[in-house]
């Protein structure tokens, strides 16, 4: 059985709009500023914290950065990306690059950093189904943990299996070091800290049948 397995958010549902757009609601005017402080210290909080829910690690980095930025938070205002996450846009070159391999006979996974019931809202707006879905809160971890990997290799044996994703740090890397072929799609820009690390990199998910 051939498997692609995806990261989600950030690879196939647009995180930085989201989380930056959650962000203007409590603070209007500061959403891009708010999403940078966000992303260093989301990955403190995982590690801090590797069995917490995913809602409590939005809410825990979301009150650090608000706390770096000097923004005032009000208690009830933490919440606001875990209730809005199941809104957040996919990317507009999902659905045909995810029809394509349904239709060339892949199976389809996603390996997430994220609660069961916030990525079952997400689903709903994915374009296809997917065969198998592995989250943090199955894992007892957060990627770049070997967890999610380890635990989706053990419940479906692969024969032919290739990781696609956006983040670098989070799927990349742990890719890498359990040899799995991966598929990078860097859709921002980013230069690798270890160039051997990545194989294929594509802007977005066009072409990536053809990279398959």
Known sequence: M??????????LVDW????????ELIAPGEGARLLEAYNRHEP?????FPSMRYRQ?????LRRACAEAKVELNADDASVAAETLPYWPVFPDVRES???LREAGWRLALLTNCDRDLVAGTRRRLPVP????VTAEDAGAYKPAS???ELFRSSYEPEVWVHVAQSYFHDMVPAHRLGLPRVWINRLGEEPA????????LPDLRGLIDAL
């Open 44 to 48: 403190a909080v995982q590690g801090e």
């Open 147 to 149: 967890a999610h990997f």
């Open 16 to 23: 930085r709009h989201g989380l930056r757009t959650s962000a």
């Open 57 to 61: 690690v939005l809410a825990e980095a």
């Open 98 to 100: 995810l029809t394509a």
């Open 194 to 201: 270890d160039a051997s690390v990545v194989q294929r990199v």
């Open 2 to 11: 051939r498997w692609v397995t995806f990261d989600c958010y950030g690879t």
């Open 130 to 133: 997917f065969d198998a879905v």
